[in-house]
């Protein structure tokens, strides 16, 4: 029988006395029970879609927070705490701040056309170094955000590359290793949209407007101290695990509402979880499902439009769907939900927390700006601390959806979306690259292929535009892993020896769901499963040797070491 997230963790040996601290229980209403994963669809009655009145969900305008920004010129883009900023409850929050033409952007979504040269500089604010990794876009290692070019307190890095990946929905972060999720947790992240022909012919076909029909949606899971303040407190179960909110904000906010007309809308969801892992359902207040069609993923329109009723969505993950809102009638809802699933927490009997680090002091959107503060926030036993988190297979809402008008709306999907670009090299019959993922009892940290991150090393060598095959291996008794590899995309072959809540998707005989289609930079890697992934390596064909990176995207995995330097000769 699966255990309970907590079952995992007290085998895992919760019993060390390194108690979990600084977070505060908001209510959480739509938080359920974890129902089995085995019947994830019959469940979804469990979450209901009528919400009590809500804020609106934020929607990027011409500035401010998530706004549309185009550079015109070199960009500075200043990473610092802001006051006030956080919709949800008007706590502080870092956040890169740009200005341009007099307007005022924080985490803008930048919106380029493919072609054109990007040209920013980071300016580091915070009492700490970092870095910004342009998460799925094409540039060169050393523009990329490898940590190594990491950028001390008051420094600044310069970024200058032309753009040429296909129109998609990509990101930016930061990447300073030991660093990143907190920083990207206290909210230094956001949208990197690109723009081509294709794009904007499916853009005009289909009337759709980004910033009000298309629609680019951060979610991400917080904790908050008594006063609404995000808390980031990792235990040493939390650094082992991935740290778990006590509820989900929805381009920051608090269960939001999107008020719709009965037309096709056009959602770009991003993952910017640490560590927390969706099954993404659309639900109406009679508790079925609402089917939508997926368009695009981690790389870009897909090639045919995939109907689906749900889908998984790791961290760093990005999917973009069609919502077809016509059937509706005026006043009539639907939520965006989290489906019940299992989420395989379970399958690490006997680890043990020998080695574990401490648990690190709570910190808050202020400890890491400049100004004579510390970087640290006290540690603290308050009450709220012992908050526990929000079920990450529980059936939950996220986002209300209200159609509140009718509008006359006729365009039709078309059957075929777009063309992928052919691959550099074929790849010819071989042993792959096999990358176990698994834990190191004795260090208490997970690793890839048995090893952790070390700057200086490269343990994983290929060479341009020659073919490469590799599996990701996930341990029988492990928990989920997004794999990311920066700099490249790659195409899912196959999944082989998947649990059964992953199998039942399947769209083709390889086993591959609908969300491996198309082009990849991250792939959720399940327990017991092998994943096989073609990466190519001679697009782009960057100039002289490359170093990039490969980790898990659970970034607390990532910051306790779970990555490796990938040499590209």
Same mark, same amino acid.
């Given at each position: 029988?699966?255990?309970?997230?907590?079952?995992?963790?007290?085998?895992?040996?919760? $019993?060390?006395?390194?108690?979990?601290?600084?977070?505060?229980?908001?209510?959480?209403?739509?938080?359920?029970?974890?129902?089995?994963?085995?019947?994830?669809?019959?469940?979804? $009655?469990?979450?209901?879609?009528?919400?009590?009145?809500?804020?609106?969900?934020?929607l990027?305008?011409?500035?401010?927070?998530?706004?549309? !920004?185009?550079?015109?010129?070199?960009?500075?883009?200043?990473?610092?705490?802001?006051?006030?900023?956080?919709?949800?409850?008007?706590?502080?929050?870092?956040?890169?701040?740009?200005?341009q033409?007099?307007?005022?952007?924080?985490?803008?979504?930048?919106?380029?056309?493919?072609?054109?040269?990007f040209?920013?500089?980071?300016?580091?604010?915070?009492?700490?170094?970092?870095?910004?990794?342009w998460?799925?876009?094409?540039?060169?290692?050393?523009?990329?955000?490898?940590?190594?070019?990491?950028?001390?307190?008051?420094?600044?890095?310069?970024?200058?590359?032309?753009?040429?990946?296909?129109?998609?929905?990509?990101?930016?972060?930061?990447?300073?290793?030991?660093?990143?999720?907190?920083?990207?947790?206290?909210?230094?992240?956001?949208?990197?949209?690109?723009?081509?022909?294709?794009?904007?012919?499916?853009?005009?076909?289909?009337?759709?407007?980004?910033? $009000?029909?298309?629609?680019?949606?951060?979610?991400?899971?917080?904790r908050?101290?008594?006063?609404?303040?995000?808390?980031?407190?990792?235990?040493?179960?939390?650094?082992?695990?991935?740290?778990?909110?006590?509820?989900?904000?929805?381009?920051?906010?608090?269960?939001?509402?999107?008020?719709?007309?009965?037309?096709?809308?056009?959602?770009?969801?991003?993952?910017?979880?640490?560590?927390r892992?969706?099954?993404?359902?659309f639900?109406?207040?009679?508790?079925?499902?609402?089917?939508?069609?997926?368009?695009?993923?981690?790389?870009?329109?897909?090639?045919?439009?995939?109907?689906?009723?749900?889908?998984?969505?790791?961290?760093?993950?990005?999917?973009?769907l069609?919502?077809?809102?016509?059937?509706?009638?005026?006043?009539?809802? !639907?939520?965006?939900?989290?489906?019940?699933?299992?989420?395989?927490?379970?399958?690490?009997?006997g680890?043990?927390?020998?080695?574990?680090?401490?648990?690190?002091?709570?910190?808050?959107?202020?400890?890491t700006?400049?100004?004579?503060?510390?970087?640290?926030?006290?540690?603290?036993?308050?009450?709220?601390?012992?908050?526990?988190?929000?079920?990450?297979?529980?059936?939950?809402?996220?986002?209300?959806?209200?159609?509140?008008?009718q509008?006359?709306?006729?365009?039709?999907?078309?059957?075929?979306?777009?063309?992928?670009?052919?691959?550099?090299?074929?790849?010819?019959?071989?042993?792959?690259?096999?990358?176990?993922?698994?834990?190191?009892?004795?260090?208490?940290?997970?690793?890839?292929?048995?090893?952790?991150?070390?700057?200086?090393?490269?343990?994983?060598?290929?060479?341009?535009?020659?073919?490469?095959?590799?599996?990701?291996?996930?341990?029988?008794?492990?928990?989920?892993?997004?794999?990311?590899?920066?700099?490249?995309?790659?195409?899912?072959?196959?999944?082989?020896?998947?649990?059964?809540?992953?199998?039942?998707?399947?769209?083709?005989?390889?086993?591959?769901?609908?969300?491996d289609?198309?082009?990849?930079?991250?792939?959720l890697?399940?327990?017991?499963?092998?994943?096989?992934?073609?990466p190519?390596?001679?697009?782009?064909?960057?100039?002289?040797?490359?170093?990039?990176?490969?980790?898990?995207?659970? !970034?607390?995995?990532?910051?306790?070491?779970?990555?490796?330097?990938?040499?590209?000769?």
């Open positions: 029988m699966p255990h309970s997230r907590r079952e995992f963790l007290a085998l895992a040996g919760k $019993a060390s006395a390194l108690a979990l601290v600084g977070a505060h229980l908001v209510d959480s209403p739509l938080a359920g029970t974890l129902v089995d994963g085995l019947r994830p669809l019959a469940a979804l $009655a469990a979450v209901p879609a009528s919400l009590p009145a809500s804020a609106p969900l934020p990027p305008g011409a500035e401010g927070l998530y706004g549309l !920004l185009r550079p015109e010129a070199e960009l500075t883009l200043a990473a610092r705490s802001v006051p006030g900023l956080l919709p949800a409850t008007g706590a502080a929050m870092l956040a890169y701040e740009a200005r033409g007099g307007r005022l952007w924080r985490n803008p979504i930048l919106v380029l056309q493919k072609g054109q040269e040209r920013a500089r980071l300016v580091n604010n915070l009492a700490e170094p970092t870095i910004i990794h998460h799925g876009v094409d540039a060169d290692w050393r523009q990329a955000g490898h940590p190594s070019y990491a950028v001390e307190p008051g420094g600044r890095y310069d970024y200058a590359f032309p753009i040429t990946n296909r129109a998609g929905t990509y990101w930016y972060h930061p990447h300073p290793h030991g660093l990143t999720a907190r920083q990207s947790y206290l909210g230094l992240a956001s949208f990197f949209l690109v723009r081509d022909a294709e794009e904007e012919a499916l853009s005009r076909e289909l009337d759709l407007t980004l910033g $009000a029909t298309d629609i680019p949606i951060v979610l991400q899971d917080k908050f101290d008594a006063h609404g303040g995000l808390v980031y407190a990792p235990s040493a179960d939390d650094l082992l695990m991935g740290y778990m909110g006590t509820e989900v904000l929805a381009n920051g906010a608090r269960r939001p509402t999107l008020r719709a007309s009965t037309r096709l809308y056009r959602l770009r969801l991003l993952n910017g979880c640490t560590a892992i969706f099954n993404l359902a639900v109406s207040t009679q508790g079925g499902k609402r089917p939508f069609l997926l368009i695009g993923n981690d790389g870009g329109l897909l090639e045919t439009p995939q109907r689906l009723e749900q889908l998984f969505l790791a961290p760093g993950e990005r999917v973009e069609l919502l077809d809102l016509r059937g509706l009638r005026p006043g009539e809802e !639907l939520a965006l939900a989290n489906a019940p699933f299992d989420p395989m927490h379970n399958e690490g009997a680890h043990g927390a020998h080695g574990a680090a401490p648990a690190s002091a709570p910190v808050s959107a202020t400890a700006t400049g100004g004579g503060h510390s970087g640290h926030a006290p540690q603290s036993a308050s009450p709220q601390s012992a908050a526990p988190a929000l079920d990450e297979g529980a059936a939950y809402s996220i986002l209300r959806i209200l159609v509140d008008r509008e006359r709306y006729d365009r039709t999907v078309p059957a075929r979306l777009s063309t992928l670009p052919a691959a550099s090299a074929p790849v010819t019959p071989g042993a792959p690259r096999r990358f176990e993922l698994a834990l190191d009892r004795h260090a208490n940290r997970w690793t890839i292929a048995g090893l952790v991150f070390d700057m200086d090393a490269a343990p994983v060598v290929v060479e341009r535009r020659a073919p490469e095959a590799w599996e990701f291996i996930g341990a029988t008794d492990g928990m989920p892993h997004p794999m990311h590899l920066h700099g490249y995309f790659f195409r899912v072959a196959a999944r082989r020896g998947s649990p059964r809540q992953v199998l039942q998707r399947a769209v083709d005989a390889a086993g591959r769901l609908a969300t289609l198309g082009l990849k930079d991250t792939v890697v399940w327990p017991g499963e092998t994943v096989e992934v073609v190519d390596f001679g697009t782009p064909n960057y100039p002289g040797e490359q170093t990039f990176l490969l980790h898990c995207h659970n !970034l607390e995995h990532e910051d306790q070491g779970m990555m490796l330097n990938v040499r590209v000769r």
